[in-house]
Protein backbone atom coordinates (compact mmCIF):
# COMPACT_ATOMS: atom_id res chain seq x y z
CA UNK A 1 0.00 0.00 0.00
CA UNK A 2 1.21 3.74 -0.97
CA UNK A 3 1.86 5.72 1.64
CA UNK A 4 0.13 9.23 2.00
CA UNK A 5 0.84 12.08 4.68
CA UNK A 6 -1.47 15.07 5.96
CA UNK A 7 0.11 17.85 7.33
CA UNK A 8 -2.30 21.35 7.05
CA UNK A 9 -2.84 22.70 10.42
CA UNK A 10 -5.81 24.55 11.07
CA UNK A 11 -6.79 27.95 9.58
CA UNK A 12 -5.07 30.84 10.81
CA UNK A 13 -7.18 34.11 9.63
CA UNK A 14 -5.52 37.57 9.56
CA UNK A 15 -8.20 40.82 8.98
CA UNK A 16 -5.84 41.85 6.79
CA UNK A 17 -5.70 39.28 4.27
CA UNK A 18 -7.70 40.53 1.32
CA UNK A 19 -10.65 39.23 0.09
CA UNK A 20 -10.46 37.99 -3.47
CA UNK A 21 -14.11 36.61 -3.81
CA UNK A 22 -16.18 39.71 -4.43
CA UNK A 23 -13.62 40.97 -6.73
CA UNK A 24 -13.51 38.48 -8.59
CA UNK A 25 -16.97 38.32 -9.29
CA UNK A 26 -16.82 41.74 -10.16
CA UNK A 27 -14.24 41.57 -12.81
CA UNK A 28 -14.80 37.60 -13.93
CA UNK A 29 -19.24 37.48 -13.55
CA UNK A 30 -18.93 34.54 -16.19
CA UNK A 31 -16.72 31.38 -16.02
CA UNK A 32 -16.99 28.74 -18.97
CA UNK A 33 -18.47 25.73 -17.55
CA UNK A 34 -15.85 23.87 -18.11
CA UNK A 35 -12.15 24.90 -17.29
CA UNK A 36 -9.12 22.20 -16.99
CA UNK A 37 -5.43 23.69 -16.49
CA UNK A 38 -4.46 20.10 -15.45
CA UNK A 39 -4.59 17.81 -18.41
CA UNK A 40 -1.32 16.42 -18.67
CA UNK A 41 1.34 17.74 -16.35
CA UNK A 42 3.25 15.39 -14.79
CA UNK A 43 2.05 15.80 -10.93
CA UNK A 44 4.69 14.13 -8.46
CA UNK A 45 4.57 12.45 -4.90
CA UNK A 46 6.86 15.40 -3.82
CA UNK A 47 7.45 13.72 -0.41
CA UNK A 48 4.07 13.74 0.92
CA UNK A 49 4.06 9.55 1.34
CA UNK A 50 6.72 10.50 3.88
CA UNK A 51 6.36 13.57 5.25
CA UNK A 52 3.35 16.42 5.83
CA UNK A 53 4.43 18.47 3.38
CA UNK A 54 1.26 18.19 1.43
CA UNK A 55 1.34 23.01 0.82
CA UNK A 56 4.67 22.30 -0.45
CA UNK A 57 3.77 19.68 -2.89
CA UNK A 58 0.94 21.90 -3.97
CA UNK A 59 2.83 24.50 -4.78
CA UNK A 60 4.54 22.29 -6.96
CA UNK A 61 1.88 21.47 -8.61
CA UNK A 62 0.41 24.67 -8.79
CA UNK A 63 3.90 25.76 -10.62
CA UNK A 64 3.84 23.07 -13.00
CA UNK A 65 0.60 23.82 -13.92
CA UNK A 66 0.88 27.00 -14.30
CA UNK A 67 4.20 27.04 -16.52
CA UNK A 68 3.12 24.19 -18.47
CA UNK A 69 0.37 26.10 -19.63
CA UNK A 70 1.42 30.01 -19.97
CA UNK A 71 5.59 29.41 -20.94
CA UNK A 72 7.48 26.08 -20.37
CA UNK A 73 7.15 23.29 -17.58
CA UNK A 74 8.93 23.88 -14.50
CA UNK A 75 8.80 20.75 -12.35
CA UNK A 76 10.39 21.10 -8.79
CA UNK A 77 12.17 18.12 -7.71
CA UNK A 78 11.45 16.19 -3.76
CA UNK A 79 14.64 17.70 -2.94
CA UNK A 80 13.14 21.13 -3.78
CA UNK A 81 10.01 20.27 -2.10
CA UNK A 82 11.33 19.35 1.25
CA UNK A 83 13.58 22.48 1.52
CA UNK A 84 10.76 25.18 1.00
CA UNK A 85 8.77 23.16 3.61
CA UNK A 86 12.00 23.35 5.97
CA UNK A 87 12.16 27.36 5.05
CA UNK A 88 9.10 28.03 6.38
CA UNK A 89 8.17 25.19 8.98
CA UNK A 90 11.62 24.53 10.34
CA UNK A 91 11.10 20.41 9.09
CA UNK A 92 14.75 18.96 8.64
CA UNK A 93 15.12 17.56 5.28
CA UNK A 94 18.15 15.55 6.60
CA UNK A 95 16.47 13.90 9.72
CA UNK A 96 12.99 14.18 9.37
CA UNK A 97 12.48 16.11 12.22
CA UNK A 98 10.49 18.68 13.39
CA UNK A 99 7.68 17.23 11.23
CA UNK A 100 5.00 19.17 12.14
CA UNK A 101 2.78 20.36 9.39
CA UNK A 102 2.28 23.86 7.77
CA UNK A 103 -0.03 26.37 8.43
CA UNK A 104 -1.21 27.86 4.69
CA UNK A 105 -0.93 31.19 5.65
CA UNK A 106 2.26 31.28 7.09
CA UNK A 107 3.13 29.89 3.91
CA UNK A 108 1.99 32.09 1.55
CA UNK A 109 3.36 35.29 3.06
CA UNK A 110 6.78 33.31 3.55
CA UNK A 111 5.99 32.83 -0.55
CA UNK A 112 5.46 36.09 -0.84
CA UNK A 113 8.14 37.84 1.09
CA UNK A 114 10.95 35.37 1.09
CA UNK A 115 10.07 33.33 -2.00
CA UNK A 116 10.72 29.64 -2.73
CA UNK A 117 13.80 27.52 -4.27
CA UNK A 118 12.58 26.18 -7.89
CA UNK A 119 14.73 25.40 -10.51
CA UNK A 120 17.26 27.56 -12.10
CA UNK A 121 18.70 30.61 -10.40
CA UNK A 122 15.89 32.59 -9.39
CA UNK A 123 13.13 32.26 -6.94
CA UNK A 124 10.09 31.58 -7.01
CA UNK A 125 7.98 34.53 -5.48
CA UNK A 126 3.98 34.91 -5.30
CA UNK A 127 2.91 38.08 -6.60
CA UNK A 128 -0.33 38.43 -4.63
CA UNK A 129 -2.81 36.47 -2.83
CA UNK A 130 -6.51 36.53 -1.30
CA UNK A 131 -9.18 34.37 0.59
CA UNK A 132 -11.91 32.60 -2.02
CA UNK A 133 -14.87 31.99 0.68
CA UNK A 134 -14.39 28.39 0.27
CA UNK A 135 -17.99 27.38 0.14
CA UNK A 136 -18.50 29.54 -3.01
CA UNK A 137 -18.60 27.20 -5.67
CA UNK A 138 -18.83 30.07 -8.17
CA UNK A 139 -15.75 31.61 -5.84
CA UNK A 140 -13.68 28.55 -6.63
CA UNK A 141 -14.62 28.29 -10.15
CA UNK A 142 -13.35 32.25 -11.08
CA UNK A 143 -10.01 31.76 -9.30
CA UNK A 144 -9.44 28.67 -11.57
CA UNK A 145 -10.82 29.77 -14.48
CA UNK A 146 -9.08 33.27 -14.08
CA UNK A 147 -5.55 32.75 -12.05
CA UNK A 148 -4.98 29.05 -12.99
CA UNK A 149 -5.51 27.32 -9.56
CA UNK A 150 -6.79 27.54 -6.38
CA UNK A 151 -4.75 26.31 -3.21
CA UNK A 152 -7.40 24.71 -0.74
CA UNK A 153 -7.48 23.21 2.46
CA UNK A 154 -9.50 20.33 3.97
CA UNK A 155 -10.20 17.85 6.32
CA UNK A 156 -9.79 14.36 4.83
CA UNK A 157 -12.13 11.45 6.00
CA UNK A 158 -10.22 8.25 7.21
CA UNK A 159 -12.23 6.54 4.48
CA UNK A 160 -10.61 8.51 1.63
CA UNK A 161 -7.24 7.22 3.14
CA UNK A 162 -7.43 4.05 1.90
CA UNK A 163 -8.92 5.18 -1.80
CA UNK A 164 -6.65 4.30 -4.72
CA UNK A 165 -4.89 7.23 -5.84
CA UNK A 166 -6.35 9.54 -8.21
CA UNK A 167 -9.81 7.99 -7.46
CA UNK A 168 -12.85 10.21 -7.06
CA UNK A 169 -13.44 11.02 -3.47
CA UNK A 170 -16.54 11.25 -3.13
CA UNK A 171 -18.65 11.61 0.09
CA UNK A 172 -21.35 8.89 -0.89
CA UNK A 173 -18.63 6.32 -1.88
CA UNK A 174 -17.27 5.78 1.54
CA UNK A 175 -18.60 4.57 4.79
CA UNK A 176 -16.19 6.32 7.44
CA UNK A 177 -16.62 9.68 7.24
CA UNK A 178 -14.50 10.48 10.55
CA UNK A 179 -12.06 13.39 9.71
CA UNK A 180 -8.48 12.31 10.56
CA UNK A 181 -6.45 15.24 10.15
CA UNK A 182 -6.28 18.00 7.42
CA UNK A 183 -4.40 18.71 3.78
CA UNK A 184 -3.49 21.05 1.54
CA UNK A 185 -4.09 20.22 -1.88
CA UNK A 186 -3.92 22.58 -5.60
CA UNK A 187 -7.35 23.04 -7.04
CA UNK A 188 -6.55 23.31 -10.99
CA UNK A 189 -9.53 22.17 -13.31
CA UNK A 190 -13.24 22.26 -12.76
CA UNK A 191 -16.65 20.42 -14.52
CA UNK A 192 -20.56 21.36 -13.51
CA UNK A 193 -20.07 18.30 -11.60
CA UNK A 194 -16.93 19.06 -9.51
CA UNK A 195 -13.07 20.24 -9.20
CA UNK A 196 -10.39 18.72 -10.50
CA UNK A 197 -7.12 18.76 -7.68
CA UNK A 198 -3.98 17.55 -7.34
CA UNK A 199 -3.07 15.22 -4.21
CA UNK A 200 0.02 12.28 -3.50
CA UNK A 201 1.09 13.14 -7.02
CA UNK A 202 -1.90 11.79 -8.99
CA UNK A 203 -4.91 13.95 -10.82
CA UNK A 204 -8.29 13.53 -8.95
CA UNK A 205 -11.67 14.77 -9.44
CA UNK A 206 -14.37 15.83 -6.13
CA UNK A 207 -18.06 16.27 -6.54
CA UNK A 208 -19.02 19.79 -5.25
CA UNK A 209 -21.36 18.03 -2.92
CA UNK A 210 -18.03 16.88 -1.18
CA UNK A 211 -15.86 19.80 -1.34
CA UNK A 212 -18.37 21.84 0.15
CA UNK A 213 -18.42 19.30 3.12
CA UNK A 214 -14.05 19.12 3.33
CA UNK A 215 -12.58 22.38 2.48
CA UNK A 216 -12.19 24.49 4.92
CA UNK A 217 -10.01 27.22 3.40
CA UNK A 218 -9.14 28.39 -0.04
CA UNK A 219 -7.12 31.11 -1.59
CA UNK A 220 -6.86 32.58 -5.00
CA UNK A 221 -3.04 33.35 -5.88
CA UNK A 222 -1.19 35.92 -8.43
CA UNK A 223 2.25 34.35 -9.97
CA UNK A 224 3.16 36.98 -12.53
CA UNK A 225 6.39 34.38 -12.46
CA UNK A 226 4.47 31.70 -13.50
CA UNK A 227 0.87 32.33 -14.84
CA UNK A 228 1.81 34.82 -17.42
CA UNK A 229 2.86 34.64 -20.79
CA UNK A 230 6.00 36.81 -22.56
CA UNK A 231 2.94 39.35 -23.84
CA UNK A 232 2.56 39.75 -20.11
CA UNK A 233 -1.29 38.20 -19.70
CA UNK A 234 -2.55 35.25 -18.38
CA UNK A 235 -2.93 32.12 -21.15
CA UNK A 236 -6.08 33.27 -22.13
CA UNK A 237 -5.12 37.03 -22.59
CA UNK A 238 -7.16 38.88 -19.07
CA UNK A 239 -4.88 41.21 -18.02
CA UNK A 240 -3.97 39.93 -14.41
CA UNK A 241 -1.98 42.71 -13.49
CA UNK A 242 -4.99 44.87 -12.62
CA UNK A 243 -5.98 42.67 -10.47
CA UNK A 244 -2.45 42.58 -8.67
CA UNK A 245 -3.30 46.58 -8.56
CA UNK A 246 -6.56 45.97 -6.57
CA UNK A 247 -5.52 44.20 -4.49
CA UNK A 248 -1.88 46.34 -3.94
CA UNK A 249 -4.18 48.99 -2.89
CA UNK A 250 -6.18 47.73 -0.92
Known amino acids: MIERRLGKLPPRYDVRTYRLSPVLTARVPDVPEHQ?????????????DQFGCCAFAAHAALTATWTKVAQGLVLLSSEQVLQNYGAVTGFNPVTGQNDNGTILLEQLQYWKSTGFVRPGQTRDYLTAYGIIDSHSVSGIKRGISYLGGVLAGVQVPRGFMSLPLGTDWDWDAVQDHVFVGGHAIALTGYTPDGVFFNTWGSRTFMPWNTFLKICDEAYGLVSRQNWLTVQGLSPKSEDVQALVAEMSAA
Open 36 to 48: DWSQGVPYQMWGN
